[in-house]
């Protein structure tokens, strides 16, 4: 069983994020690890512009699709008014088909974003897919090609991870959105150390893994609806200094009806997709990242618990068993947290440890069923009683003598 416990700790880290009780521990465990995290900081590089319910549900909006383009440049507009250094798109502005266009009925719409853009002196960056084909993976066409937008104007595919505790990277040629809106901030701040070309990035790109990031939860963010903004409208450097990252966050249905239309399932609950966004580049920028621990040592950390619980489950002493099952509970998710905050490793071990637990915990039931079965068999078994009288010679100590007569009471 300890060999298959290593197996199953190397190679099942490609398939548990597929199975939703070892992804909803999973969740819970990061989500613990980031509000207990010594180093945090709060999430000061982003502002959040969302389309809620109240904006997308309502003109000018109305609940159309493709969203209203217009305004989405007004908005952009006025991010820069309020003092945004860096204005991210997360909504996409696809093609109708696999090439570069849209309806000629929209021209006039997309004229009027693409001008709002160029007008802008801070950089933009625009949003797209990353699709798989036989070849590898290929951008999905948006109705401009990236050499034709405004030169303030670049692109970020927004592809999530499988794994949402992982901060997305760059994916064939394109870089991931949160890149592209880190990488653009540190230029225009000048910051001296570029995330893009840090080793551990390159590293984990070269290697084709993610890094895992601290989250924090939406009430944190500086947020604005947009219909509040399109309506003040007036310069009140309310995003001074910060990322602006305009997205949707209303529900599918109708207001307050049915499930966000962006919905993912994060470490700090169902979220959209721009609150994810928005928590991987204040991750990357403030440095609250950690690349995962090699799978060789989770297999070795994993065969020592298993080796460890083994013999506490195997011991006859109860004290023995029970302190191992809590050590098995609790040390994965300590080293893990120790790991994370002093190491700079992130430890996933889920799904190997509750493996463990499984067969053990089976293997105890199977023990404590055949020595209940032992005992049964061991015990003597009573027939049923015979009533027959009791002789007062032999039986009872307290009767007469069988010789001596009864005497009768006297008379007269």
């Given at each position: 069983m300890i060999l298959g416990v290593a197996v199953a700790s190397y190679f099942v880290e490609d398939i548990q994020e597929k199975i939703p009780w070892v992804r909803d521990i999973q969740l819970f465990a990061h989500s613990w690890i980031c509000r207990t995290m010594p180093r945090k900081v709060g999430p000061d590089h982003v502002a959040i512009v969302e389309i809620d319910d109240q904006s997308y549900w309502a003109a000018p909006f109305s609940g159309e699709e493709p969203t209203n383009r217009e305004k989405l440049g007004d908005?952009?507009?006025i991010a820069e008014a309020n003092g945004a250094l860096v204005i991210g798109l997360d909504i996409q502005l696809k093609?109708?088909?696999?090439?570069?266009?849209?309806?000629p009925k929209r021209q006039e719409a997309n004229n009027y974003l693409f001008t709002q853009i160029a007008n802008v002196r801070r950089p933009v960056v625009l949003s797209a897919g990353m699709q798989l084909t036989a070849n590898g993976y290929k951008e999905e066409p948006n109705i401009l090609a990236d050499d034709?937008?405004?030169?303030?104007?670049?692109?970020?595919?927004?592809?999530?991870?499988?794994?949402?505790?992982?901060?997305?990277?760059?994916?064939?040629?394109?870089?991931?959105?949160?890149?592209?809106?880190?990488?653009?901030?540190?230029?225009?701040?000048?910051?001296?150390g570029r995330l893009l070309e840090s080793d551990v990035i390159k590293r984990m790109q070269e290697r084709d893994e993610f890094l895992y990031g601290v989250f924090w939860n939406r009430e944190q963010f500086l947020t604005v609806s947009a219909s509040e903004l399109l309506k003040d409208p007036a310069p009140r450097d309310r995003f001074a200094g910060r990322i602006v990252i305009i997205g949707k966050n209303h529900h599918a249905s109708a207001k307050n009806r049915g499930r966000l239309s962006d919905a993912y399932q994060s470490p700090m609950g169902e979220t959209s997709g721009v609150f994810l966004h928005a928590n991987y580049v204040e991750a990357l920028l403030s440095a609250n990242f950690q690349p995962g621990v090699p799978r060789?040592?989770?297999?070795?950390?994993?065969?020592?618990?298993?080796?460890?619980?083994?013999?506490?489950?195997?011991?006859?002493?109860?004290?023995?068993?029970?302190?191992a099952f809590v050590v098995l509970l609790m040390a994965p998710l300590v080293v893990a947290y120790f790991l994370f905050a002093n190491l700079g490793l992130y430890l996933d071990f889920v799904l190997p440890l509750f493996l463990i637990i499984g067969h053990l915990s089976i293997d105890h039931y199977i023990d404590l069923q055949k020595e209940l079965l032992a005992f049964r068999k061991k015990a003597p078994v009573e027939g049923p009683r015979n009533e027959t009288p009791k002789d007062p010679v032999t039986t009872n100590d307290h009767a007469l003598p069988a010789s001596e007569p009864v005497q009768q009471p006297r008379t007269g």
């Open positions: 908005l952009i507009r093609s109708m088909d696999d090439s570069y266009g849209d309806d034709a937008l405004p030169r303030s104007a670049s692109v970020g595919h927004v592809n999530l991870p499988r794994d949402l505790r992982q901060i997305p990277l760059r994916i064939a040629n394109l870089n991931s959105f949160a890149q592209m809106l880190t990488d653009k901030y540190q230029q225009v701040i000048h910051a001296k060789w040592a989770g297999v070795v950390l994993d065969v020592l618990l298993a080796i460890f619980a083994y013999v506490g489950f195997a011991s006859r002493t109860r004290l023995w068993t029970r302190s």
